[in-house]
């Protein structure tokens, strides 16, 4: 999911190719060897630190539905705002940098989520800037999941499921949209 989203897993602006100090072994848990993420409900699931929350809620406040603020206060990309070129054609949300592909969300939304979730955690998580943008892509598309609003409309998040079905195979695929806005925020697809 956020492989896609973000892009290949070294980008002509990614100054970092490995991540500065996450070992091989805990890429893909970045949030839960840091602390970001903790267990709850007994160990049956993971949460948000408080700390991450505020942060990240204090980020979407600051930020708001304002796509210029989100791209110079997350540092998503090392680029001068004035460089970015957006592109919300697809039904989607991508942005690049002199004509090169910067990353790719699937909505608005989806993108300031991300900016203010890097935000929080480059205040939150020591060396988050040092993390290659894969390790940060997926991070943030992780960290999205435990989004509680939409930073559009305020709306409520929530998860749908569907049965896609076609001439050689059926998949499932699950969506995490805004119930008001209809917003995307999240989509995988399982077999």
């Known amino acids: 999911m956020a492989y896609f989203e973000h892009g290949s897993a070294q980008t002509a602006l990614d100054s970092h190719p490995e991540p500065a100090d996450v070992s091989g072994r805990d890429r893909d848990n970045v949030l839960v060897e840091h602390g970001v ?45 004035s460089e970015f070129v957006v592109d919300e054609s697809a039904g989607d949300f ?22 203010a979730g890097a ?12 993390l290659s943008s ?8 992780e960290l999205r999941l435990f989004l509680d609003r939409c930073p559009s409309c305020g709306g409520d998040p929530g998860f749908q499921r569907r049965t896609e079905a076609t001439c050689c195979r059926t998949r499932t695929v699950t969506t995490m949209r805004c119930a008001d806005c209809d917003a995307s925020f999240v989509e995988v697809v399982g077999a």
């Open 119 to 130: 935000v929080a955690l480059a205040s939150e998580l020591p060396g988050w800037h040092g």
């Open 37 to 81: 993420l903790v267990p709850c409900d007994g160990g049956a699931d993971f949460c948000l630190t408080d700390a991450v929350r505020r942060a990240w809620t204090d980020a979407l406040d600051a930020i708001g539905a304002d796509v210029d603020a989100a791209l110079s206060e997350s540092a998503l990309v090392d680029a001068e705002s």
């Open 94 to 115: 991508a942005v690049s940098v002199d004509g090169a592909h910067a990353g790719r969300w699937p909505s608005r939304e989806a993108f300031l989520a991300d900016a």
């Open 134 to 141: 894969r390790t940060r892509g997926i991070a943030l598309g």
